[in-house]
């Protein structure tokens, strides 16, 4: 089992800048891979990143590319989201997630991770 546990979200001007954080605890750091994955009201959850256990590969979902980038420390069992050139519709809760011990490719399915966060809120507004 390992809990995970968002920081970082708030509300930013259109344009602006955002990291998220996520403190992984329990199972190995580096034995599985890790996503962020959001939902804004009356939406769907959409994929946002993924990464291996290692950082050696990462993943996104097209229409965030060269905005959003992944990015992990496993001596800190951390991942992180580094957001850029926020737009209004990027606001949504944003969550992260692992996937089972042992499953270290990177996913874009959500029924691939075993293990959610809470979500931390991220509105983009002026």
């Known amino acids: 089992q390992v809990h995970l546990e968002e920081s970082g979200g708030g509300l930013v001007q259109p344009g602006g800048s955002l990291r998220l954080s996520c403190a992984a605890s329990g199972r190995l750091f580096d034995g599985y891979a890790l996503g962020w994955f959001r939902q804004a009201p009356e939406k769907e959850r959409e994929f946002v990143a993924a990464i291996s256990w290692d950082g050696g590969s990462t993943y996104y979902r097209d229409s965030l590319k060269g905005r959003f980038s992944i990015s992990r420390d496993n001596a800190k069992n951390t991942v992180y989201l580094q957001m850029n050139s926020l737009k209004p519709e990027d606001t949504a809760v944003y969550y992260c997630?692992?996937?089972?011990?042992?499953?270290?490719?990177?996913?874009?399915?959500?029924?691939?991770?075993?293990?959610w966060g809470q979500g931390t809120q991220v509105t983009v507004s002026s």
């Open positions: 997630a692992a996937r089972p011990f042992g499953y270290k490719l990177v996913s874009e399915t959500p029924a691939d991770f075993a293990s």
